[in-house]
């Protein structure tokens, strides 16, 4: 595990990009079409924004492994939490391809964990998740 992933729905894209580009003292890594993305090093986290659907808040949270090996690892600790496990796959997703699988928490909190091969242009549904899930 070596990035934090928090993922926030907000109904204001551009005020929440002038927001946390205050709070964390640097611009967006990447902005897209109703997306934005800071790979924050102090404290290490992928820290993502969202506007559209869904309620605004806390979407979901992840772990972001640097290589294929350690999220194979994590993928191992999911399986065996006794929790929902959702293996995903290779998919596109807020504009990344990614291998990735899911869990909740046992109050419904919804975790990725997930390794980025590349960047794309095309945004990717994902699945579709809440910030609980049900």
Known sequence: M??????????DLDASIGFYTRLFGSEPTLVRDRYAKWLIEDPR??????S????PGFSHAGLQSDNPEELHGVFERMKSAEAPYLPEGVTT????KSEKSWTADPDGVMWEAFHTQH????????????SRAG
């Open 2 to 11: 070596k990035r934090l992933h928090v993922s926030f729905k907000v109904r």
């Open 45 to 50: 986290m992928n820290f993502v924004i969202e």
């Open 119 to 130: 960047q794309t242009e095309e945004r990717g549904d994902g699945p579709q998740i809440g």
């Open 93 to 96: 997703c807020c504009y990344h």
């Open 52 to 55: 559209g659907e869904g309620v």
